[in-house]
Structures are given as C-alpha cells and as structure tokens.
C-alpha cells in the first residue's frame, strides 16, 4: 500500500497535473472555434520559459521557493498572452486557421531554443541554484487538489457563466454570435488568455517539477500529448481530467515495459500510437452523438467584413 502511494506522488502526481492543465487549456482554446494547433510549439516554449525564469529569479532573490512561483505565474502570463494574439489573429486575418497556427507552432519551437539556452548560459555564469519543486505527499495532495479546483472552474465558466455561454456560441456560430452582439476577436482574445495561462502552466511544471531541469527540446511532442487528451476528453473539462488519470498512469507505466523485454524504440512510440488509436475511436463515437460534436465553427475562417 505505502508503494502504491509513493507511487501516486512521485511519479504519477507531476504527469497528471501537467497532462491535465494543458489539455484543459487546449480544451477551452477550441470550445471559441480556433483550431489550437499551436499547442506543442508553445508547450515547448513555456517549459524553456519557466527554466529561464527560475534561473533568473533564483539569482535575483537568491533561490528559494519565491522564485519559482514567480516563474509559474510568468510563465502562464506569457503564454497567455501570446495565445491571445494566435486567438485573435486567427479571427481577424485572411488566413486559414491551420497556418497561423503552425507558424505559432514553428515560432514556439525557435524561441523555445533560444530563450532555453540564455536560461543556461545565465546559470552557468552565475552558478544559481534553482529551487525546483519537490515531490512531498503535501505538495501532491496540493497539486492534485489545485488542479481538480482549475478543471471545476473552466467547467463551471463554460457552462454555467455568461462569458461561457459567449464562448461557446462563438465556436457553434460566430457570424450568429456577432449578429445578436456578441464580440467574436473579444471573446476570442479572452479565451485564448484563460487557455494559454493553462497550457503554459503545464508546460512550467513539467521542467519545474517533472523533469527538473532543461534540455534541448524539452517538451517537444508532449504539447501533442495534452491535445490528443482534449481530444479524447471531447472538449469536456471533467471528461478531459479523468482521460487524463487514464492516460497519465498508461504513460508513466511505459518506461517499465522495457524490463519486460520491449524494445525502447516501441515503448517510445507506443504514448504516440496510443494517442492516435484514443482519437480515431473517440472520432467514431462523436459522429453518432450530438452531444460530443466537435464545435460547428472549429478551425472555419470568420471574418467581419463578411457580415451582410
């Protein structure tokens, strides 16, 4: 029993909370319409953010455990704001949906790089020591707790709150939305802020409590992870979080397999693989059920001018 409790803390706690946070926020992106297919290059660009962050703080404040909250909360700041410019550009330019959010992706990738490696260069001239978070059984009773408190939340705004309303009606049918009052680029902007603080705080926990540390492409495909949980999810914040307990404790149970004599080339594929296979089967189920109907208006151009 102890086993299977340190267990949960230790190794399942900090997958779950990063899984989770992501897919909701990428959840939310696409309940206003936009295709959130900048989520991996901006899940790599906050785990880089949240390093170089820390690194930053840790030497301003002379570590500590201020210094990583304050990269958390930068770090989802930062995100936020630059999934209010995917969102709201994605409204107002006569661009496809998949374009602009692939540049975002390819953009996210570049800075992540470049704003990784000042973090490093920054720790090795000053010899910081950064004040990661640790893997306690009160830290994770707290995260777990924190994270179901965020999921409640973004379900109760989506689906008991005015603004909620908005938002999904602007994913249904923004030229309709527009047409009774309602602000497609505002609603838009507002939700990309919600989701981009969710999406870059999961990916701040990842380098700041999952791994620890960073590395030259941290990150890089876990952002598609966390979209493929949304997916599985339909959307739905409590559906997305219990995917994600299924799918957190598939991912971290992988690594064991290899003592069981499966290559490691299959058993670094097999999160990817099963990805694919949750989504053609919850693809299947969704197109016979109105109630997990994809939003009419995701990934479609709107644009104002076009309105008679």
């Given at each position: 029993m102890r086993e299977l409790l340190e267990w949960f803390v230790q190794i399942l706690a900090p997958a779950y909370v990063v899984y989770t946070l992501a897919a909701t926020g990428s959840a939310v992106v696409e309940r206003c319409g936009v295709l959130n297919l900048a989520i991996d290059?901006?899940?790599?660009?906050?785990?880089?953010?949240?390093?170089?962050?820390?690194?930053?703080?840790?030497?301003?404040l002379q570590g500590g455990a201020p210094a990583t909250w304050l990269s958390l909360l930068l770090t989802a700041a930062t995100v936020a704001l630059l999934y209010s410019l995917y969102t709201t550009l994605s409204t107002v330019l006569p661009v496809s949906q998949g374009a602009i959010g692939l540049s975002f992706m390819f953009i996210g990738y570049g800075l992540g790089a470049v704003v990784g490696n000042i973090g490093r260069i920054a720790f090795?001239?000053?010899?910081?020591?950064?004040?990661?978070?640790?893997?306690?059984?009160?830290?994770?009773?707290?995260?777990?707790?924190?994270?179901?408190?965020?999921?409640?939340?973004?379900?109760?705004?989506?689906?008991?709150?005015?603004?909620?309303?908005?938002?999904?009606?602007?994913?249904?049918?923004?030229?309709?939305?527009?047409?009774?009052?309602?602000?497609?680029?505002?609603?838009?902007?507002?939700?990309?802020?919600?989701?981009?603080?969710?999406?870059?705080?999961?990916?701040?926990?990842?380098?700041?409590?999952r791994v620890g540390g960073w590395s030259q492409g941290q990150g890089l495909n876990h952002g598609w992870l966390a979209y493929a949980i949304s997916i599985a999810g339909w959307r739905h914040p409590p559906l997305v979080a219990l995917v994600s307990l299924f799918f957190s404790t598939a991912y971290v149970l992988l690594p064991h397999l290899q003592r069981l004599g499966l290559p490691i080339e299959a058993s670094t594929a097999a999160p990817y693989v099963t990805s694919i296979a949750i989504m053609v089967v919850v693809s299947s189920i969704r197109g016979r059920s109105r109630l997990l109907a994809d939003p009419k208006s995701l990934g479609r151009a709107f644009f104002r001018e076009e309105q008679v």
């Open positions: 290059g901006l899940f790599v660009l906050s785990s880089s953010l949240a390093y170089t962050y820390a690194v930053l703080f840790s030497a301003l090795g001239l000053r010899g910081v020591r950064v004040a990661y978070l640790g893997a306690g059984h009160g830290s994770a009773a707290s995260a777990y707790l924190s994270t179901i408190l965020a999921v409640t939340a973004v379900y109760l705004l989506l689906y008991k709150l005015k603004l909620g309303v908005m938002i999904r009606a602007v994913g249904e049918d923004p030229r309709l939305a527009s047409q009774v009052g309602v602000s497609v680029t505002g609603t838009r902007l507002l939700t990309g802020l919600l989701g981009g603080a969710l999406v870059g705080l999961g990916g701040a926990l990842f380098t700041l409590w």
